[in-house]
């Protein structure tokens, strides 16, 4: 059995459903499950809209609408008039429109997690009924009923042994069988999501729990790459990598792999690969146990809307183990991830990325213990496998407000 995962570059217009079903011909023999993000940029504009409801702004039915056209342009593109998947989509929206009519919930998490959600019930609903149209037989599962959490919404901890429970039952391997990355379901039955990128852990879960072959994950560039190339100019791709430098290089914010998405594939010995969508037949970037990293390289990894928080104790007390704790309690409660730590005896600066909604409420929690001083909109460089200067061109005219580093990792905050 081998799991693919398609994201939503790979989807984000008619051509690209083409090209994604190209691609399924040629493997369709394999049967594989075949998890799919939402198209092109759905989930941002989804986001604005659980914003703008959150935020009782008259707007959001216009962002709704935008959504909507979105998608309708594409199923244009794919299917003649008056099929059914336009009924299917519309469907799909009523519910969140309807959802829409109604006050929102204090909780910010769990309205945006039923709203967001859709995106990748829309985007699985079109491209398996394309697939369909000609001719590649498949079958859709709702991945709410496979894939069970808890109600941490907008980053919910999946249980492991009831989802297991499902996904073997429902998923054999006697199909080509589509489903929805990024997305789960409370046992209150409510939807809830794995956090922004999450399509990739989702593609992990289901290969941990089906014991495939392997992962393939579909991506617009030729494989896993020693830098961005929306930041870098010409990155090198790696052949391959093991597991351990994987993690780290997403730990550190790699955008090639969701940070959870390894874990889960090491432990059950699930080799990756790394494949271009636009290229199917070139060989990607394999990335499993114990291999050497080929080509030897460092990796440049570039994070953007850090927030550096610099926190004191009020009395000007020593920051220690208590207050440590007490001070991650709270950034957990928020979801923000702490991408560098800095401690000094009397204060503790933290690099940060959290929802710019939750940024002010965030501080406010913290300034009731603590002295607080912030920045936003900062800029994160890391550098695995440092070699002195390499950061300089990067770095030339740039404010630099922290920098940290170890025998392989060098970290350099700075203004954007
Ligand atoms: N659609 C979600 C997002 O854009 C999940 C994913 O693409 O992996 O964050
Ligand atoms: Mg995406």
Same mark, same amino acid.
């Given at each position: 059995m081998k799991v693919f995962k398609f994201g939503g570059a790979s989807v984000k217009d008619a051509e690209g459903i083409k090209n994604l079903a190209k691609i399924l011909q040629q493997y369709k023999a394999h049967k594989p499950l075949v998890v799919i993000s939402a198209m092109g940029k759905t989930t941002n504009l989804l986001e604005e809209v659980a914003r703008a409801f959150y935020l009782k702004q008259a707007n959001v039915f216009e962002k709704v609408e935008k959504v909507k056209l979105f998608h309708k342009n594409i199923i244009s593109g794919l299917f003649p008039k008056g099929h059914t998947v336009f009924d299917d989509v519309t469907n799909l929206f009523v519910e969140v429109e309807w959802a829409l009519e109604d006050e929102p919930r204090p909780e910010y998490p769990y309205e945006y997690d039923q709203i967001v959600s859709i995106g990748e019930l829309v985007s699985t609903t079109i491209v398996s009924a394309y697939l369909n149209e000609i001719g590649l037989k498949n079958t859709w599962l709702d991945a709410r009923d496979l894939i069970k959490t808890d109600n941490k919404h907008q980053d919910a901890n999946v249980d492991w042994e009831l989802s297991s429970?499902?996904?073997?039952?429902?998923?054999?391997?006697?199909?080509?069988?589509?489903t929805q990355g990024f997305?789960?379901?409370t046992s209150e039955n409510f939807s809830s999501t794995l956090g922004r990128e999450g399509s990739d852990y989702s593609a992990a879960i289901f290969a941990s729990i089906l014991d495939a072959k392997k992962l393939v994950i579909w991506k617009d560039v030729p494989g896993l790459l020693n830098a961005d190339p929306r930041y870098f100019p010409n990155p090198i791709k790696v052949e391959k990598l093991s597991f351990q430098e994987a993690i780290e290089l997403a730990y550190y914010g790699a955008s090639v792999i969701h940070p959870k998405t390894l874990q889960p594939l090491k432990a059950k010995g699930i080799p990756l690969e790394i494949r271009s969508f636009v290229n199917p037949e070139t060989e990607g970037t394999w990335i499993a146990d114990s291999v050497e990293t080929v080509p030897k390289t460092a990796f440049y990894i570039l994070k953007k809307n850090q927030t550096l928080l610099s926190i004191a104790a009020l009395d000007l007390d020593f920051i220690v183990e208590n207050h440590l704790a007490q001070i991650f309690s709270v950034l957990a409660k928020y979801n923000a991830k702490v991408n560098l730590i800095q401690?000094?005896?009397?204060?503790?600066?933290?690099?940060?990325?959290?929802?710019?909604?939750?940024?002010? !409420?965030?501080? %406010?929690? *913290?300034?009731?213990?603590?002295?607080?001083?912030?920045? !936003?909109?900062? %800029?994160? *460089?890391?550098?695995?496998?440092?070699?002195q200067g390499s950061e300089q061109s990067i770095l030339k005219d740039k404010e630099i407000i922290l920098s940290q580093e170890n025998r392989t990792t060098k970290q350099v905050l700075f203004v954007s």
């Open positions: 429970q499902l996904i073997k039952k429902n998923i054999r391997g006697e199909h080509l069988t589509i997305i789960g379901c401690n000094s005896a009397v204060s503790c600066s933290l690099a940060v990325d959290v929802d710019p909604l939750q940024v002010q !409420t965030l501080i %406010e929690e *913290l300034s009731k213990n603590y002295r607080i001083k912030y920045n !936003t909109g900062l %800029e994160l *460089l890391t550098i695995r496998h440092y070699n």
